[in-house]
């Protein structure tokens, strides 16, 4: 038997092992360091997540300020918005809302957007923006699909989060819910009405409120001092 050749598959035993250490080590040296710095798990929903200031999350749409010019859905690459009006829509410069026809349908399939932004970018009236709400998960595929103009009935300018059927909210959720929707009278208003053709040419048709000079602004407060 010759005796260098235990020794060489010996040697070849240890080097074996001796690489598989080294590939190991390799390995631990990007993963170890993560072992001892500080957990960054957050408690959701209890703690607010952090998002980014430029944050893509689910569309905002002030329904009251469209125009429905449908630039939003011809510049969408995958076809997600969906629209329809009763008549052409404007703004009007003494009111500083969209007067005209009705928006019978504003839908976004949330489950085929790239949040990709690009209908943001072409809205004329800045009335489409990618809203604070990170959080829309559904059961079914087909719950994706934001109609806007009934959320907007309820007050709503994007999609009801996940969040809102934790009972009670969070204090972070309480802040963010101001955000998402509003309670003014007036808005509320033209949100609720925003499908409503005969509500919309009143709009049209209604002079708009009048405002006293600023000669006689400054009178009156010469009178009152």
């Known amino acids: 038997m010759n005796p260098a050749k235990p020794v060489g598959m010996c040697m070849e035993y240890f080097r074996n092992i001796y690489r598989a250490v080294e590939t ?15 957990t960054v798990v957050v408690q959701y929903p209890e703690v607010a997540p952090v998002l980014q200031p430029r944050f893509r ?11 429905a010019c449908e630039a939003c859905a011809k510049a969408c690459p995958v076809d997600c918005i969906r629209m329809s009006k009763t008549g052409p829509r404007k703004i009007s410069k003494t ?7 009705a928006i019978r349908e504003y839908r976004i399939d949330h489950g085929t957007c790239l949040f990709c932004g690009l209908c943001i970018e072409v809205c004329p009236t800045g009335c ?7 959080d829309n ?19 709503w300018r994007t999609v009801e989060p996940a969040w809102l059927s934790k009972n009670p909210l969070p204090v972070w959720a309480v802040r ?49 001092e």
């Open 24 to 38: 190991i080590a390799k390995g631990l040296r990007v993963t170890l360091p993560y072992f001892f710095a500080r």
């Open 57 to 67: 999350g689910f569309h905002s749409y002030e329904i009251e300020r469209c125009i």
């Open 95 to 101: 009111k500083g809302i969209a007067v005209g026809g």
């Open 128 to 134: 489409l923006a990618m809203g604070a709400v990170h």
């Open 137 to 155: 998960s559904r059961y079914r595929r087909g719950d994706l699909v934001a109609d806007y103009v009934n959320l907007a009935k309820k007050g």
């Open 176 to 224: 963010t819910l101001e955000k998402c929707r509003t309670d003014e009278p007036a808005k509320r208003e033209l949100m609720a009405h925003a499908d409503d053709p005969a509500f919309c040419r009143s709009l049209d048709e209604a002079p708009a409120p009048p405002r006293e000079s600023a000669a006689k602004e400054n009178t009156a407060k010469e009178n009152t």
